[in-house]
């Protein structure tokens, strides 16, 4: 193969893979499931981090210019020539007005830098919490995240639901970060910047999503074994679609006689010692809240999707769909999981 076309090729490939990195998020970003892309932020934090980017990148951009073009220039124009004598060029020692350039423009480049992302650092951090806000505590576990609204006596986990934002009312959510174990970190990218979730401590953030949708995120911060399956969806809903998912949790599980059998095996296994069902004696909190289970949509914090046949491979043996987690296989007959699952479904 001659030189050229083996240049071309690879040319040509370097520029295919390019492209699939470039496309394939922006393509998924207008849905907002799915892959996410810090590049597409719909809440007011993320949209200040994104202007900050810009010129910072912009910034760096023109320096790589700047250093990149001067030193292709020297590397051509002061090249080896056959016409060389092969001598030591003059040497040559000091020059005040270079010497002073190259140490003022940095110091004036990083100065500007420090002022524009300590503005936003800024506003973002300083911005206060306006009266309609909603308070959320996120409590990062070995490897789910617990949700609570403190305000309404709503727990779920794994799933975020807040209003959505409109200019003519804002309805941020503001958030509590707290982990019961070790150091996680909270991030949808679409919705604001990464804050770490660091035991005995106390951390806060905000979101303003400004588009009713699903934003996925994740935790970021390396927690253990299975911290690529800590994953979490906020849900933003329109002001009416917020109130009814608000009602609907507020609801105590419906007594359903068909489920008894299972409700039995659910209460004398050590089930509730780690699960709380709202209105009974399950009121453990080491694992999710229980109580409406069926109105997520993973199992697992994402690992698999909800539904009754994973259900039953996951009360069956947990460590089959997320090995390492801290849920035990209890060695229930496979009568005793029909009957429990059968329970499990009617908590929506
Ligand atoms: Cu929690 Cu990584």
């Excluded at 409700?263 to 229980?290: E, Q, W």
């Excluded at 229930?332 to 908590?347: F, G, M, R, S």
Aim: proline content about 7%.
């Amino acid at each position: 193969m001659k030189k050229s076309t083996r240049g071309a090729l690879g040319a040509v490939a370097f520029l295919s893979i390019a492209a699939t990195f470039l496309v394939g998020p922006g393509f998924a970003a207008d849905a907002p499931t799915g892959v996410t892309n810090i590049f597409k932020p719909l809440s007011t934090p993320a949209q200040a981090i994104r202007e900050v980017s810009f010129l910072v990148l912009a910034i760096c951009a023109g320096i790589f210019l700047v250093v990149g073009g001067l030193l292709a220039y020297t590397v051509v124009r002061f090249r080896q020539r056959p016409t060389d004598d092969g001598q030591e060029p003059p040497q040559i020692y000091g020059s005040n007005q270079l010497e002073f350039a190259w140490t003022v423009i940095p110091i004036v480049t990083v100065f500007v830098l420090f002022l524009a992302t300590a503005r936003t650092i800024y506003d973002v951090q300083g911005a206060a919490q306006p009266a309609d806000a909603l308070n959320v505590t996120v409590v990062g576990h070995q490897w789910w995240w617990e949700i609570r609204y403190p305000n309404l006596g709503i727990v779920t986990a794994n799933e975020l639901h807040v209003p959505v934002s409109e200019s003519s009312q804002r309805r941020p959510t503001f958030l509590k970060l707290e982990s019961v174990d070790v150091a996680h970190s909270f991030w949808v990218p679409q919705l604001a910047g990464k804050t770490d979730v660091i035991p005995n401590r106390e951390n806060r953030m905000w979101i303003e999503p400004i588009q009713p949708g699903i934003y996925v995120g994740n935790c970021a911060e390396y927690c253990g074994m299975q911290h690529a399956h800590m994953l979490l969806r906020v849900i933003v809903h329109s002001p009416g679609d917020f109130e009814k998912w608000t009602a609907a949790q507020q609801q105590l599980p419906v007594d359903d006689p068909q489920a008894r059998a299972g409700r039995d095996v659910f209460f004398t296994t050590s089930c509730i010692n780690c699960h709380t069902i709202k209105g009974t004696k399950a009121m453990g909190t080491f694992g999710p809240d229980l109580t409406h289970l069926m109105s997520r949509e993973t199992l697992g914090a994402g690992t698999v999707p909800n539904t009754a046949e994973k259900l039953r491979t996951w009360v069956r043996d947990p460590q089959t769909i997320k090995e390492g987690c801290n849920m035990p296989n209890m060695q229930l007959t496979d009568n005793e999981l029909d009957q429990i699952v059968a329970y499990l479904v009617t908590l929506k």
